[in-house]
């Protein structure tokens, strides 16, 4: 599903360059459940958001599904990326002026689902992730888990091919962090791929093999059994 | 304390230097504009404060009543100044003089020059405080033939103002004077104008009219005892000409020098209270308003960052800060803002001063040294700073330090509302202003556009100079053989001015007791031709009316109405006083005249000698053009009245001098609403950026889930383009009723149209979009990967 190539990303401010990905080279077949880990600045961040085309590479190829994305220009990365990716983040990026139940409506909106639909498709989500009764919520009424459970709600609801998550759990505590990785767990055996950025080698087990990045290259992959 | 706190205040302003110059930009504006208009009303109020005695002094104004309105003549009887002066107890003096100017050549060097002065009693010295440079009040005039002239017309007459003292000079190429004085050039804020005095005896002897009761056609000025309330002399002068001419009309009273100016409307014989402080009153009102606009910015800005400074204020409140002395603080801030606003506006003002007296058509100065001037602008920036910084300080000095320290997020919606209020006045008084804009020009350009019922193109007014009556048929008959003049005719008066109105006529048919004003024109036969004013009953004079018994006379159509039913050919008008007797030979159409927004009233038009005109009407052939005929007519001029320089005017010219006031509000309400809208604006601009800054997140998270640009920059702007339209909900009927109210003070005017309201409405929500679209577009573009990052 996902093929790069000699991947290359500098950050330039004023005075200092900062090589954030350094010629990386890496596959993700589909149906994967891949974990990223390494020190933090090495890259991970930098590394999923290319993946997930919101940000581009300076060099390298990016293949997604057979097509080189490289250099789309940013209107057909929104749109391949509505259609295909959901994102999931560790601060949740719940937006605190919409209720739990628009929030999550959002993505289906953007790639022009109809009203009734909307609502057919984010009920079932809601009920699946099991925040239905909280669905007239707004974000800050809700606990960390409960919110990361919407954000992945919101990541699912246009039934994406790859989930992106950077650290889901780095904001929760074990308990809520063990419910979230069941949950990717999941959605990875129902068919959809996964790559997540983690700190935590306990979450990292969850997942079917784990690339660890240093210094924007990666230095080590471990298969898991 | 003090010094930490202009540190402090300081670094915030070069830190957020957008901010800063939107705030600082803004006020500035505002305090220019502010202060500009301030200058204009500051000349207006002061008009004629250079006379010491203006308290006491009056213009004998006259009342006369008619059938169907009371009209306020300013002119009086000749003989009436020294009547009351014996008679009348609490008068301490009395001076007549013509009423406005004359026009008179003056021949000092090689090139003989037109001014305008006066004839006025050696009293006026006296009553008006008019300093003397050169000669003395008391000796002026001694002699007959002397003249008093400014410094500015000594310059114009002998190059210099120096000893010019006994400097002989002829006029109108006949007589020589001496100028036995020179003035203190007169405040251009002066009602009472001249370039020159001469002795009132002069314009009496030879104007014999002046000596009757019945006659009514000089100014009268009255200067008053101190303590005489004038009330009591206008009981006395209420029936003093009916003593004397029981057929008077007049009834004369006391018009203060105070109001000369900015009180001058009358209507039924009372002040309105209104005139040119209309005007006054509405560029004050205006002044505060962009005031206003420019402080709600600063105000809309400090609450929208206060996110920013919540937790400097959390952190204060924590270290002991009180609530008073925060709110001291961003007072502070706030007044140190318009302090260096007022510094900006001061440049802009050096700047813009000399557009803005072509703007108004005065000579204003700044006066940076005048103690007023500098107290006015100490005020203005105070307020401005007191008024800009009271509700942000209130708002930010009560964050609580506890929730902001935590990252609560603050409950902002109170100052949310109140910013969108805020807002929402801001382009209130924009479309208000827009729409005022549009009213105003269209009815300007309606009266402008108006048939007046004569062809005011291309119609050459010419004062009768010398011998150009006694050899009127020559210099005729040299102009229409140029080939460039189509007619040429003369008339007593100008044709677009009002004046010489009788009512002492009768008719058959007249109702009893009914007084009609009518206006006479003595003319030569051409002058329906050249001014093109149409026959449409009868026949036209000839020369051989001039002298016909009963006196021969064409009327206009409105005056035919008047007469009674069928054709006004063959009836007749009488004196009611006298035996003189006239009969209708033609009619032909109304035209406007004296008002341009009235209607236009009946006119009498008789043959007369050219020797008693005193104006020539040339009309110039459709297609020929204006600068070769006026070559050609000056040509003959020169050759048949070499005597005088060739002086004309334009009859379209003179026409549009008439809107003058109109003009200045139309020019003035083009850059106020300009400047409201600019200044609103940049207010609109920051908010937009601060919007755009907070929602920065959620503008980010949209875009990952794939919001469109477009899409995102209409959600921005969605909430900014409600505020305007709200605005414009208010704006409307109030601009409706402001603006119905001004036009119905034109008899001759445009209904208001409702596109006028669309389309300022369009127009504002249109530059709000423009500006809010720029904040919108780059936050929609923004990268979301910044916006989103966690660390
Ligand atoms: N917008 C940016 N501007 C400059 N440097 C950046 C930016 N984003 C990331 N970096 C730098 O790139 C490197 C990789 O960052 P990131 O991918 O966020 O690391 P992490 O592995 O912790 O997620 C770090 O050194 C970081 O400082
Ligand atoms: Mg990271």
Known sequence: MIKITNLEKFYRTEEVETIALNKLTMEVNTGEFVAIMGPSGCGKSTLLNILGMLDDPDEGSYVFNGIEVAHFNERKRADLRKHNIGFVFQSFNLIDELTVFENVELPLIYTGVTASERVKRVEEVLDKMQIMHRRNHYPQQLSGGQQQRVAIARAVVNKPKLILADEPTGNLDSSNGNDVMELLTDLNEQGTTIIMVTHSEHDARYSHRIIRLLDGQTVMENIMV | ?791
């Open chain 2, 1 to 791: 304390m003090l010094k930490s706190f202009i540190k402090a205040t300081f670094r915030s302003l070069t830190k957020n230097k957008a901010y800063s110059f939107l705030n600082i930009f803004g006020l500035a504006i505002g305090i220019a504009c502010a202060s500009l208009i301030f200058l204009w009303v500051e000349n207006e109020v002061n008009y004629d404060s250079t006379h010491l005695k203006k308290d006491r002094i009056y213009l004998a104004r006259e009342n006369q009543k008619y059938d169907t309105y009371i009209f306020t003549h300013s002119s009086t009887p000749g003989v009436m100044g020294p009547a009351i002066q014996a008679e009348l107890p609490g008068i301490a003096n009395t001076c007549r003089s013509n009423e406005g100017t004359e026009s008179l050549l003056f021949g000092a060097g090689d090139k003989p020059v037109f001014a305008n002065g006066k004839y006025v009693e050696p009293s006026f010295f006296s009553i008006f405080t008019l300093p003397f440079v050169q000669g003395n009040p008391a000796t002026a005039f001694k002699q007959l033939r002397s003249v008093v002239i400014t410094q500015k017309t000594a310059k114009k007459f002998f190059g210099n103002e120096k000893n010019v003292l006994g400097k002989s000079i002829r006029v109108d190429n006949k007589q020589d004077y001496i100028v036995t004085g020179v003035l203190k050039d007169i405040p251009a804020n002066s009602t009472i104008q001249f370039e020159w005095l001469m002795p009132f005896q002069i314009y009496w002897d030879k104007s014999p009219w002046l000596k009757s009761w019945g006659n009514n056609s000089l100014s009268t000025f009255i200067e008053l005892k101190p303590g005489i309330n004038p009330e009591t002399l206008n009981k006395q002068l209420y029936g003093f000409i009916q003593k004397r001419e029981p057929s008077s009309l007049g009834r004369v009273f006391l018009f203060s020098m105070n109001d000369w100016h900015l009180y001058d409307d009358f209507k039924d014989g009372f002040k309105t209270g209104g005139g040119q402080i209309e005007y006054v009153k509405l560029f004050t009102v205006i002044a505060w308003i962009i005031l206003f606009i420019a402080c709600i910015n600063f105000m809309n800005l400090a609450t929208a960052r206060s996110e920013k400074r919540a937790r400097e204020v959390g952190v204060r409140k924590v270290l002991g800060a009180g609530k008073g002395s925060l709110a001291m603080q961003f007072i502070g801030e706030a007044v140190f803002m318009s302090v260096m606003a007022a510094f900006f506006a001061v440049i802009i003002i050096a700047l813009v001063l000399p557009a803005f007296n072509t703007l108004v058509q005065k000579q204003l100065v700044a006066g940076f040294d005048n103690p007023y001037h500098i107290i006015g602008l100490v005020a203005i920036t105070l307020t401005c700073g007191l008024i800009a910084g009271s509700y942000p300080s209130l708002y930010l000095s009560s964050f609580n330090p506890v929730a902001v320290l935590k990252g609560l997020k603050l409950k902002d919606s109170g100052a949310a509302y109140i910013r969108k209020g805020l807002v929402v006045m801001q382009f209130t008084a924009s479309v208000i202003l827009i729409i005022s804009t549009i009213i105003v020009y269209q009815q300007i350009q309606h009266v402008k556009s108006r048939q007046l019922g004569f062809n005011k193109d291309k119609l050459l007014e010419i004062s009768l100079q010398g011998d150009m009556a006694k050899n009127f048929n020559a210099i005729k008959l040299d102009l229409l053989n140029t080939g460039y003049i189509q007619s040429v005719a003369l008339s007593d008066h100008e044709i677009i001015y009002g004046g010489n109105n009788t009512s002492g006529l009768t008719w058959d048919g007249k109702p009893p007791g009914s007084e009609v004003l009518i206006s006479q024109r003595y003319i030569t036969p051409d002058f329906f031709d050249a001014t093109g004013l149409k026959l449409i009953d009868g026949r036209n004079l000839t020369a051989m009316d001039t002298n016909s018994k009963p006196i021969a006379m064409i009327i206009t159509q409105s005056m035919a109405k008047l007469m009674g039913k069928g054709s006004a050919v063959g009836k007749r008008v009488h004196g009611e006083r006298d035996t003189t007797s006239a009969v209708v030979v033609g009619v032909v159409n109304d035209y406007v005249y004296g008002n341009m927004y009235g209607k236009p009233d009946p006119v009498m038009f008789f043959s007369t000698d050219p020797v008693h005109t005193t104006m020539m009407y040339v009309r110039i052939k459709a297609q020929k053009g204006i600068e070769s005929s006026l070559t050609a007519v000056q040509d003959v001029l020169k050759r048949d009245n070499p005597a005088y320089p060739f002086n004309y005017r334009f009859v379209d010219d003179q026409f549009n001098q008439m809107f003058q006031s109109e003009m200045l509000v139309s020019r003035l309400s083009r850059v106020f609403s300009a400047l409201a809208i600019i200044i609103s604006c940049l207010g609109l601009f920051g908010l937009a950026a601060y919007t755009a800054e907070r929602r920065v997140k959620e503008i980010g998270i949209r875009k990952v889930l794939g919001a469109s640009v477009s899409g995102l920059a209409g959600l921005l702007s969605k909430d900014f383009l409600q505020l305007v339209i709200i605005s414009c909900v208010i704006a409307f009927p109030v601009a409706y009723w402001v603006m119905q109210g001004w036009l119905k003070g034109y008899q001759y005017h445009i209904e208001i149209h409702w596109w006028v309201f669309l389309v300022s409405g369009l127009a504002a929500m249109f530059i709000a979009v423009a500006t809010i679209s720029f904040q919108a577009i780059k936050a929609a573009l923004s990268n979301p990967v910044k916006s989103l990052r966690s660390e």
